[in-house]
């Protein structure tokens, strides 16, 4: 059975703070790997995409992904209280299909 | 990014009415695009990924009867819930994949919120 494991949280950080997110994979194939933000009540919005070992900023937001270590992580900079979501991470196996493995999401709290 | 469109966003229904909801993708061919399911506090659940001019194929344990998918054009894909109940209360979320140099991206519709009374 593959898996996206990710803790549910929810993790409260100060705001301007650094939020660091974890999520784990147990397909060793997989090759893509998604960030998604979801406030609540709304459906998924793409934050960022990754596909090589090693860092991707794109303005806050870093991800990070070691196949190694089967990790992907998002990190985002000078939290905001807007930031405040649950974000879900996705990664795309290795099988044939386009389908996602969602983790079950981590609860992000940005306080004021 | 891609923009995905759902309609419609709300729907309140009687017990045993069918209920159609749309998924078109705007500005971009769709081949592929996927139905989920999210129920409150809950993560997303595949219900089904949708081939352009193809069957549906759906996840273990999603009646393929009562959740009826037709994607008759590269930019339309269609979810029909028949014979609603209560229990089919949900919320309902479309995705589309692009293709091109980011093959692998989902692009999630707005969502459909479902009650069924």
């Known amino acids: 059975q593959k898996e996206v494991e990710q803790n549910s949280g929810p993790l409260s950080v100060p705001e301007g703070a650094i939020a660091s997110l974890n999520c784990t994979y147990s397909?060793?194939?997989?090759?893509?790997f998604f960030w998604y933000r979801q406030y609540s009540g709304k459906s998924p919005e793409l934050i960022m995409s990754?596909?090589?070992?090693g860092d991707k900023e794109d303005g806050r937001f870093t991800a990070q992904l070691n196949k190694a270590s089967q990790y992907v992580s998002l990190l985002i900079r000078d939290s905001q209280p807007s930031d405040s979501a649950t974000y879900l991470c996705?990664?795309?196996?290795?099988?044939?299909?386009?389908?996602?493995?969602f983790g079950t999401g981590t609860r992000l709290k940005v306080l004021a | 990014g891609a923009v995905v469109s759902q309609h419609p966003s709300r729907v309140i229904c009687k017990s045993g009415t069918s209920v159609k909801i749309e998924c078109r993708s705007l500005d971009f061919q769709a081949t592929t695009m996927f139905w989920y399911r999210q129920f409150p506090k809950q993560s997303l659940m595949l219900m089904a990924t949708?081939?352009?001019?193809?069957?549906?194929?759906?996840e273990q344990g999603v009646e393929k009867d009562k959740f009826l998918i037709n994607h008759a054009s590269l930019t339309l894909s269609t979810l029909t819930v028949t014979s609603a109940h209560p229990e089919d209360s949900s919320f309902y979320i479309c995705?589309?994949?692009?293709?091109?140099?980011?093959?692998?991206?989902?692009?999630f519709g707005a969502g459909t919120r479902l009650s069924v009374l």
């Open positions: 990754i596909y090589s070992n």
């Open positions: 996705a990664v795309k196996p290795t099988s044939g299909t386009y389908k996602y493995i």
């Open positions: 397909d060793r194939g997989s090759q893509s």
């Open positions: 995705s589309a994949r692009a293709g091109g140099t980011s093959p692998n991206i989902q692009y």
């Open positions: 949708s081939n352009e001019g193809s069957k549906a194929t759906y």
